[in-house]
Every structure is written in C-alpha cells, then in structure tokens.
C-alpha cells in the first residue's frame, strides 16, 4: 500500500481531539503495526476462546432450557461481559507485567513469529551450524507450517481414528473393562496417543511454550489423579456409586445410571419445578466429574495459599504486597516515554457492572501471577457457581451470567495482562494496546452473537448428541459441560448436590485441603532451602492439573506431556541452540497450518458432510473405536436395550460387565465374550490355584536352573511373551477381527464344542 497510494497529508479538525494530520498512504508496514493487528484478532477470538463466553448462555437458553432470548438482550450480556475485565488488567499492571519474573511464556511464541518475519536475514550468530545458517527462521517457518498444513488432512478427514490412538481397544474389541482403560477419549487414555497436532494442543494449548516444571506438575497431578486416584475410587472402592455411571463422562444421571431429564425439571421462569425434582430424585455425576469437582474447589483454595507464600510478603505496616525483587524491568524500555493510561481510565470501565466484579478482582491477581510464570491458569468459575448458588439457588440463568461477569472478567484481564507485556517486549504504548483491544471485542461480540443465533436457529437438533449422527460437528460438547454446570449450580443449586440435600458433601473438604497444601510445601522449602526442586512444586498447577477435564480427554493430556518433555526437556538440554533458534517458531508454524487446512476442510468437504467410510474414518462409527468405553459396569443398569448381569467376583466384579446371550439377538456385539474370558483369566490365575507356568518357573526352574531364570525369566521371557502376544493380538484385530473373517472349524468358539 505504502509503494501505491499517494502520499497526500491534509488536515482535518476532530471534535474533542483538535486537529489533526492525515494521509492516504500509511507508510511502510512495520512490526508494532503487525503485533497490533494480531493483538485485534486475538481480542475478536476472545483470546483463544474462539468466541464470546457468554454466548455460552445464549446457546443453552434456546438449545438446552428450549426457551427464547432477543438478540438485544444478548448483545448487552455479551458486551458488558467481556470489557469488564480490562479495568483490572489496567490496575494490576504494576504487579504482573513490569516484573522481570512475570515472563508470560505465551508471548514468546508471537515476539519470535514476529522477528522472524520482520527480521533480517543476513543476521547470522556465529556460533550456529552451517545448517541453521542455510535455514533462516522464516525458511523453517514455512516449511513446517506446509508440513503442518498438508499432514492435517491425513488426521482431520482420511484417517480420522489418528486422533486417538488407542491401543488396547483394538487388542480388546469386546472388553468393557480394557475400552474405559484405554479410550482416550471416553476412558481412562492408558497408552492413548495421537497424531493429531488440534488434539495436543486444545485444550492446554501449545506444549512447546509451557515450561517444564509446569509440565512435570501438570503430569503428576495427572497421573495422581487419573491413574492412581480414578480406578482405585471407580473399581476399588465404588464411590458413590460410580459403577451404576460410565467412567468419564460430563452428563447428569438418576440414581438408576439413566439420563436426567433436565427439562422436565424446569418451569417456564427457569426456576426448578420440586415436584417433578422429587420425582426424578437426586442428581448424579459420573466419578470422574464429581472429582473434577472437589479437585477445582482444592485449586482455588490453593491458589491464594500458594502465591501469598511464595509471591508475598508483609511491610512494615502490616500490609500484605508483592515482593520488591521483583519488581525489577526485564528491559531498559519503560512506558513513560510513551503515551499512558491513567488508572482511573481503567477503572471507570471496571464499575460499569455489579458487585460480583469484586470477586472476580480479588482472584485476578493470584491467578494473573500462575499464568504468567507456568501458563497455565486456574478457573474462577467454579467459586463463582457455588456462591451464587447458595446466594440465590434455583436459578440456573442467574448462577451462569453471575459465573460469566464473576469468571469471564478475570479471563479478559489475564489475557490483557499477557497483551500488555507483549506490547512491553515489543514496545508499543499502552493506549494502542488499549484501543485495539477494545474495537475488537465489540466488533466480534456482536458478531459471535449474530453467528450463533443463526446456527441456533438453522440446524436441527443443534447440541443434543443423541438425536444427531456419529461425529457430527454440532454436537457442542463445551456447552454441555456449561449446561450441566448451570444444572448443578443453578437449577438444583450446591444445598442439594454438595450439601446436607446432596450426595456429594464430603466433596467440601477439598477447600481446606487444597488450602493447607501449599502450607507444606513451603515449610518444607523453609526447612531444606538448599532443595532448589521443592518451590517447583506448584500446587494449583498440580492439582489443578485435570482442570480441562471435561470437555478436554486423557488423550489431550498425554500427547501434551509427551510432546512438551520431548521439546522442553530432551531438545533443550542436548540441542539448545536449535531450541533457542526454532522452538517458538515451531510452535507458531504448527497453529498456523492446522488453522489453514481446518478452513480449507471444512469449507470444501464438511459443510457438504462429504464424509469417507472405512474403518479409520467412518462418521457412523466411533472414529477411536472404544465403543464400549461409556458403559456402566454395575449389576442390573439397563442402558440402551441390553442389561448388564455382571456375576459377582467380588473386588473383581467391576472388570467385567456380561450380557446374557438369551436377552440379545443373534449375534448381537454386546454380549461381551471377551470380558468373560478376560476376568475369567484374571481370577484363575489370581487365585494361585493351577498355575501350571508359575509353578514351573518359580519352583522347578528356580531350584534347577536358578542361573538361567535371573538371567532370562523378567528380563526377556516375560518381556518377549507379552510384546509377541500384544502386537499378534493387533495384527489378527486389523486383519480380519474387524470384518469377522472367522474360520468355521472343530477348534473355534463359535461352533458348540
């Protein structure tokens, strides 16, 4: 533009701004313009989120709650609800963007894409190899983004079960118990991984950018959490009831393990109807959402412990502040020398909305500290359901706008925080920063609304999974997991879920767990300082580490971790300066090529719903193939027409859910052979009576060959027995289990012996 439109200046005289100098052309396109046109795009994505927060409760109002809302009152929803929290971005500059501590590693990605493409070539390190030397930043960029574009289509439409590799389904076609343990979508993701970069990066987003003590907390807490804690409470102990439910899950069930009907609950002023509530009786979560629960209430009780410890302290006064050292600039750049907003520019914004903005700004700040040195942030919303829960319960459409101003204003000021060190890395003034931000969140708030009342209004059956296809993109899985929490919080309200009228109050003590917590690790930082490890340990990182958990998969959490290790551990400590020169850059070029070739998708292929059908994309079965993962495995639960009568093998009886053949058709899949086998195998062999290998090799060959068994028996035989089986078990599966080419002979199961 610079090089074709005239370069004519005229003045103009601007009410309440004076006169002014302007001119056609704008001049050479620089790098703070570039960052300013992408910082107006993040605001109009809602900083990642893709959209407006608080169309969330316009789409639940007309898709779920069946009811209607104008779309004047929507546009102030949305509106008021996203600017709110640029006022605490402004206030709380001092403590999370000046520091030199507070790094934001989330903006390191942008500031590399940006040198690497404003950046000059010729500047060569001398220190680098002759092939780093040959492959410019921007050369690499290019080359991994076509990579990434082009590999997309290969996940994303013709090999669609890449997504979600999950192993042990595949081993086990017919086992309940092996498709909850391996799905890594519905199940437990044991060995579940992917190669599909939208599913590494997600939900937790780029793994590259997180640091890895971050990564090692997000894994512990995981691994804690879903390996450890889930089957022992699911398999062990039947917490309440969570055989009666499927393992993972974000839906609501009656104590029978049957769907709740939500809308036979609700009257016409979206207030509970007791009557037909008594009726339906109490509500139920599957375990592992009753869980997440009591693991985010531990999260924001940590959250204040753990940054009043470690980021606190007292001066002489008596008032609590953030530690001087810290307070240090990063750079010599300071924004004095450029335009500044005042404070009381900021918060006149923030007083626009209602007390509930109080909450939001006490948490704000003990959050913003978390994301900016892990990346990773803690919600607010479950704090902000419970209070308005108790406050007023009953009403699920005030709990979600009460949640949304509370939540949703913290979330705009954390990401306007991060925006604003980006503009102190790259220089920009404040004011424009400020500008931009807000013309974008107007522009697509209005937008996003118009979009989603259209989609509401245009497609059938929108968001209600049982009555659309096998992999239909409207499924909406994130405002189920809205409308469920509306459900709870709002409409049948915490007194009679997590109260004296509820079945999960114990949950309640992970406030003061997760509160205490913190406590320990810094006695202990206190009592071995020299252990440089232990203020690593970050608690509501930790244990907020399955945060995500639902709407985001065990899928997700494997691949992130895999990946970030790799990069962030291996590829920094043996190949630094390849890190250093490419990391961020890799990052960038993956998001970047994933985004082209998902538009490209679906505007060529999915809005036709051009679908291919075979068995690694089929859009009318489970692209994972873990069909069984969502059964429940108690006795006597009625799910979809079969009946599960599990025999009772005591502790073991939740490893196996058998359908009796006489209740199902001929050659019905649900009879589940391969449960039976497979508990039958567990109990016969667990039990120590005739095991003819045992005996063999722990009495016979160790008495007589006790040489060759240390050498052989775990280290190869045992290892060799259970790789050969498993990779036989895959090939027979993809060969000729999936299309049951079966011979017909004496030796088979299926003739009568």
């Keep these: 533009m610079a090089s074709v439109l005239p370069d004519i200046k005229f003045h103009v005289h601007i009410p309440f701004f004076g006169k002014k100098e302007l001119s056609l052309n704008p001049g050479p396109f620089n790098m703070k313009e570039h960052v300013l046109i992408s910082i107006f795009a993040n605001a109009g994505s809602a900083f990642g989120g893709g959209s407006a927060y608080a169309v969330g409760i316009v789409t639940i109002i007309k898709a779920f709650y069946k009811r209607n809302i104008s779309y004047l009152a929507g546009w102030i929803l949305i509106i008021t609800t996203q600017v709110l929290g640029y006022g605490w971005a402004g206030l709380l500059r001092k403590y999370v963007v000046e520091p030199a501590h507070m790094w934001w590693p989330s903006t390191l990605v942008q500031i590399s894409l940006f040198r690497t493409l404003h950046g000059k070539e010729n500047e060569v390190d001398e220190q680098e190899t002759e092939v780093q030397q040959r492959t410019s930043r921007s050369k690499f960029f290019l080359i991994a983004m076509l990579c990434s574009f082009l590999w997309y289509m290969v996940p994303g439409y013709l090999f669609q079960s890449l997504q979600s590799i999950a192993w042990v389904c595949w081993a086990f076609p017919n086992s309940v118990t092996a498709h909850q343990i391996g799905s890594g979508f519905r199940g437990l993701g044991f060995g579940a991984l992917t190669l599909d970069w939208t599913v590494v990066a997600s939900f937790l987003f780029s793994p590259l950018v997180c640091p890895f003590f971050a990564i090692v907390n997000v894994f512990i807490g995981y691994v804690l959490i879903i390996y450890i804690v889930m089957p022992i409470s699911y398999w062990g102990l039947n917490v309440y009831n969570a055989r009666t439910f499927p393992i993972f899950s974000s839906h609501l069930f009656t104590a029978q393990g049957q769907s709740y009907n939500i809308t036979a609950i609700v009257n016409d002023k979206f207030e509970i109807d007791l009557a037909q509530y008594d009726i339906q009786g109490r509500l139920n979560l599957s375990l592992f959402f009753a869980l997440a629960y009591g693991f985010g209430f531990a999260t924001i009780a940590s959250t204040l412990s753990h940054v009043g410890l470690f980021y606190g302290s007292c001066d002489g006064t008596g008032r ?75 009403k699920p459409i005030a709990n979600v706008c009460f949640k949304t101003y509370g939540y949703i204003s913290m979330v705009q000021a954390i990401s306007f925080l991060g925006d604003f060190k980006l503009g102190h890395y790259m220089k920009i003034p404040p004011r424009s920063m400020f500008l931009v931000q807000l013309i974008g969140t107007l522009i697509a708030g209005s937008v996003n609304l118009f979009v989603a009342m259209w989609l509401l209004d245009s497609i059938d059956n929108i968001c209600q999974e049982e009555l659309l296809p096998e992999n239909s993109p409207w499924t909406c899985p994130g405002q189920r997991v809205f409308f469920d929490a509306s459900v709870i919080w709002g409409l049948v309200a915490p007194q009679r879920i997590f109260g004296t009228l509820g079945n999960y109050g114990a949950l309640n003590w992970f406030f003061l767990g997760g509160l205490l917590g913190p406590v320990a690790v810094w006695i202990l930082h206190i009592l071995f300082p020299s252990q440089s490890w232990i203020p690593l340990v970050n608690l509501p990182v930790l244990i907020g580490a399955t945060a995500s958990m639902p709407p985001a998969t065990p899928v997700n959490y494997n691949a992130w971790i895999l990946v970030g290790t790799i990069f962030n551990f291996f590829v920094f400590r043996y190949r630094k300066k390849w890190w250093q020169r490419y990391n961020y850059i890799l990052s960038a070029a993956l998001d970047a090529g994933v985004a082209f070739m998902a538009v490209l998708i679906y505007f060529t292929v999915g809005i036709e719903e051009k679908n291919l059908y075979w068995w690694g994309a ?16 108690a006795k006597g639960v009625i799910v979809d027409g079969t009946v599960n009568l599990a025999t009772d093998y005591g502790f073991l009886t939740p490893l196996i859910t058998n359908a009796k053949d006489i209740l199902l058709p001929a050659n019905s899949p649900w009879t589940y052979p391969g449960d039976r086998v497979f508990l039958d195998a567990i109990c016969y062999f667990a039990s120590g009576s005739l095991d003819l290998v045992g005996t063999i090799f722990n009495i016979f060959v160790f008495r007589y060959r006790k040489k060759w068994l240390q050498r052989h028996d775990y280290s190869h035989s045992a290892a060799s027995l259970d790789a050969g089986l498993a990779f036989m078990a895959v090939l027979i599966h993809i060969s000729s289990g999936i299309e049951n080419k079966n011979l017909r002979w004496w030796a088979l199961p299926d003739t009568v012996l």
């Excluded at 419970?386 to 009953?394: H, N, T």
């Excluded at 089929?618 to 495995?633: K, V």
Aim: charged share 15%; net charge negative; aromatic share 8%.
């Design 320 to 394: 609590f502040t953030l530690d001087s050292g810290l307070l240090k600039m990063r750079s010599g750049y300071s924004h004095k020398i450029d335009e500044e907003i005042r404070g009381h520019t900021f918060l006149v914004v923030s007083l626009a909305s209602y007390w509930v903005a109080g909450l939001a700004f006490v948490f704000t700040l003990p959050i913003s500290i978390i994301t900016a040195t892990t990346n990773q942030t803690p919600g607010l919303n479950i704090i902000t359901e419970y209070i308005m829960g108790v406050i007023l319960p009953g």
């Design 618 to 633: 089929n859009p009318d079965i489970d692209p994972e193939h873990c069909p069984l993962a969502s059964c429940p495995t």
